[in-house]
C-alpha cells in the first residue's frame, strides 16, 4: 500500500513538473503578448468558420428542401466565400503572429543560455564536452520553437474548433452531442499514457544528440590527429554508435505516436458511429429538419480532422517539455560566485600564498598542499617542475577561475575573494600555453573585449612590442586580416605573438606568463623575450615555463612538485644547493648539450 501511495506521489510530481516546466516556457511569452493576443484572435476566427460552414450547410440543404432556391442563388456563393476569406485572414494573423512569438522566445531563451554559459565557473567548462553545449543551444531550443509554435498553433486552432462545434451540435442536438463527453475520459487516459513515454524519449533523444555532437566536435577539432594515427575506423565507429542510439529512441517515439493517434482515432470512429447510428433513429431524426439533420452530421463528420491533430500534438508537446526541461536546469545553474565588495583600480601587485590547499571539484587528491609563498610587487617570480606538479594551478587561482579550498590567497594585503571578480581581473593579463583567438581580424584578437576601445595606433605599438608587427604587415590585409578559427590561419609562433600583444595592450600591473614563449622558434623566442623583459618591468610577473633559461634572471624560483613547494631562491641560489633545481637545470642542458 506503501508504495502504491508513493508511485501516486511520485506520478502527481511528474505531471506538476511537467505543467510546471511549460508555463515557465510560456513566460517567455510575456515580452511578445500583443503577437501572441493577434494569433488567438486569428485562430477564433479560423475555427468560427468550422460551425459556420455546418450552419451554411443547413440552410442550404432547407432552401433546397423548401423550394426557394431562387432567393438563396446569390446569398449561398457569397456566404461561402466570406467563410474562406475570414478564414484566410485567421490563418494568416495565427501563424505569422505565432511564428513571431516562438522566434522571439526562441531567440531570448538562445541569448539567456549564452549569457549564463560565459558566467559560469571553470569546473563546469572542465567537465561538461562542448558538443553538450552546443547541443542544449541549437538541438533543444529547436524543440522548444516547436512547442510553442507547432503545439500551440494547434491546441488554439483545433481547440477552439473543437469547442465551436460541439457548441453548435448542442444547439442542435444536445442529448444526441453528450455523447462525445463519454469518450473524452477514454481519450484522456491513451494520451496520459502516451505523454510519459514520449517525454521519457525525448530526455533520450536529447542525450543520444549530444553524443552525436560530441564525437563530431572531436573529430573536427582532432582531424589532423586522426589522419596521422590512423584513428578513422575508430571515431567513425564512436559516430555510428552514438547516431544508433539516436535513431533506436528517435523509432520508439516514432511508434509510440504512430499507436497514439489511430488507438485515439478509432475511439472517436467508434463514438460518430454511435452517433450517427443514434441520429439516423426515427424517433429521434422525427424532431429534427432535413437542414438539421445534414448539418448535425457534418459537423460531427468535421471533428474527426482537429482531435486527430490535437492527439498527435501531444508528441511535440513532450518533446518540448523534455528540452525545457534541460534548458531550465542549465539556466538554473549557479554562476561564477563574486563574493567581493572591494573595488580595485590599479593594484600594486604584491602578492602571498599562506598555507593554501586546493583540489580540483570531484578530485580527492590535492593539487596543490600548504603553499606558502610571498611575491613583492614589481618582482617576477618562476615557477618550475615536472608536468602535473601544480604550477598552473598555483598561477590559476590567482584571477580566482577557481576558490581556494583552505588557506588564503592576498593580493596587497587583501583576500582576494574580497575584491570584485572585474576588478580582479581588470588587473591581471594572461598569456597561456594553449593560445586562444577568436574568428575576427588581428585587430580585434589584440584589441579583443574590454580593450576594444584601443586606437589603431595602440594595438601597432603592441604588435611591434610582441614581434608580431613584421609578420602582420606581410599580410595583404594587415590588422583586417581574419585568422579564422583559434587562429587555424596562422602559425603557431604567430598565433602566440597575437596574445602576448593583447597581453602587453592590457598593460595590467600582474601578468602570468604560462610558456609564453613555447610555440616560438629560437629567433622569436630571443626577440620575445626582449619585448617581456621590457614589459615585466615594474609587473608583478608569475612565469610557468619548462625552459630554465628563459626565467634565469627571475626575482625568485619556485620549484614545484606534487602540489608543494620544494625549493625557493634565485637561479644562483638554488644551483649552490645542488637540489631538485639544480637536478632539473643539469638534466635539460646535457640533454641540450646531446
Not at 453548435?168 to 487516459?189: A, D, E, K, Q, T
Not at 597575437?498 to 629567433?523: F, G, H, Q, V
Amino acid at each position: 500500500m506503501q508504495d502504491e501511495t508513493t508511485l501516486n506521489v511520485k506520478k502527481q510530481q511528474e505531471t506538476a513538473s511537467g505543467m510546471s516546466l511549460y508555463f515557465r516556457l510560456l513566460g517567455y511569452v510575456k515580452p511578445s503578448i500583443v503577437y501572441f493576443l493577434l494569433s488567438v484572435f486569428g485562430y477564433i476566427l479560423y475555427s468560427s468558420m468550422q460551425p459556420a460552414l455546418a450552419a451554411l450547410l443547413k440552410y442550404i440543404v432547407d432552401v433546397v428542401s423548401n423550394g426557394t432556391v431562387v432567393e438563396g442563388r446569390m446569398l449561398i456563393p457569397m456566404a461561402i466565400l466570406g467563410v474562406f476569406l475570414v478564414r484566410g485572414v485567421g490563418t494568416f494573423l495565427g501563424s505569422y503572429c505565432m511564428a513571431k512569438v516562438a522566434n522571439n522566445v526562441v531567440f531570448d531563451l538562445r541569448t539567456s543560455m549564452f549569457n549564463k554559459m560565459v558566467t559560469l565557473p571553470s569546473s563546469y567548462f572542465n567537465n561538461m564536452p562542448s558538443g553538450r553545449l552546443l547541443a542544449k543551444l541549437t538541438y533543444d531550443t529547436e524543440r522548444v520553437i516547436d512547442s510553442v509554435t507547432q503545439a500551440i498553433q494547434v491546441i488554439l486552432r483545433e481547440g477552439l474548433t473543437v469547442i465551436g462545434l460541439l457548441g453548435y451540435m448542442l444547439f442542435i442536438n444536445w442529448r444526441l452531442s453528450l455523447l462525445f463527453l463519454f469518450v473524452i475520459p477514454i481519450i484522456g487516459l491513451v494520451v496520459r499514457y502516451a505523454s510519459k513515454r514520449f517525454r521519457k524519449l525525448s530526455l533520450k533523444i536529447q542525450n543520444a544528440m549530444g553524443g552525436v555532437t560530441d564525437v563530431a566536435s572531436e573529430a573536427i577539432k582532432g582531424h589532423e590527429v586522426i589522419k596521422i594515427f590512423g584513428g578513422n575506423e575508430y571515431e567513425t565507429r564512436r559516430f555510428y554508435k552514438a547516431v544508433q542510439e539516436n535513431r533506436r529512441s528517435q523509432l520508439k517515439m516514432e511508434l509510440t505516436k504512430a499507436l497514439n493517434v489511430p488507438i485515439i482515432q478509432f475511439i472517436v470512429a467508434i463514438s460518430l458511429s454511435l452517433l450517427i447510428w443514434m441520429a439516423l433513429d426515427p424517433a429521434i431524426s422525427s424532431s429534427m429538419s432535413a437542414g438539421d439533420f445534414v448539418a448535425f452530421i457534418g459537423a460531427a463528420g468535421m471533428l474527426s480532422k482537429p482531435m486527430r491533430q490535437l492527439t498527435s500534438v501531444n508528441s511535440i508537446l513532450q518533446k518540448g517539455i523534455a528540452a525545457a526541461q534541460s534548458i531550465f536546469a542549465f539556466l538554473d545553474l549557479d554562476s561564477e560566485k563574486d563574493t567581493g565588495s572591494k573595488t580595485a583600480d590599479r593594484l600594486k601587485g604584491d602578492i602571498s600564498w599562506k598555507g593554501l590547499t586546493f583540489s580540483y571539484p570531484g578530485m580527492d587528491k590535492n593539487a596543490l598542499s600548504d603553499v606558502t609563498l610571498s611575491l613583492p610587487a614589481g618582482k617576477k617570480l618562476a615557477l618550475v617542475g615536472r608536468s602535473g606538479s601544480g604550477k598552473s594551478t598555483l598561477a590559476n587561482l590567482i584571477p580566482r577561475f577557481y576558490d581556494v579550498n583552505d588557506g588564503c590567497l592576498f593580493i596587497d594585503d587583501e583576500n582576494i575573494n574580497d575584491y570584485l571578480l572585474d576588478d580582479l581581473r581588470k588587473n591581471i593579463a594572461l598569456v597561456n600555453q594553449q593560445v586562444v583567438l577568436f574568428n575576427g581580424t588581428i585587430q580585434e584578437n589584440i584589441a579583443y573585449g574590454g580593450l576594444k576601445d584601443a586606437s589603431e595606433e595602440e594595438v601597432i605599438e603592441a604588435a611591434k612590442a610582441a614581434n608580431a608587427w613584421g609578420f602582420i604587415q606581410e599580410l595583404e590585409l594587415g590588422l583586417q586580416t581574419l585568422v579564422g578559427e583559434n587562429g587555424v590561419l596562422l602559425s603557431g609562433g604567430q598565433r602566440q605573438r597575437l596574445a602576448i600583444a593583447r597581453a602587453i595592450l592590457k598593460n595590467a600591473p600582474i601578468l602570468i606568463l604560462d610558456e609564453a614563449t613555447s610555440a616560438l622558434d629560437t629567433e622569436s623566442e630571443r626577440a620575445i623575450q626582449q619585448a617581456l623583459d621590457k614589459l615585466m618591468e615594474n609587473r608583478t610577473t608569475i612565469a610557468i615555463a619548462h625552459r630554465l633559461s628563459t626565467i634565469e634572471n627571475s626575482d625568485i624560483i619556485a620549484v614545484v612538485d606534487h602540489g608543494q613547494i620544494v625549493e625557493m631562491g634565485s637561479h644562483s641560489e638554488l644551483l649552490a644547493k645542488n637540489g631538485a633545481y639544480a637536478q632539473l637545470h643539469n638534466q635539460q642542458f646535457s640533454d641540450i648539450a646531446e
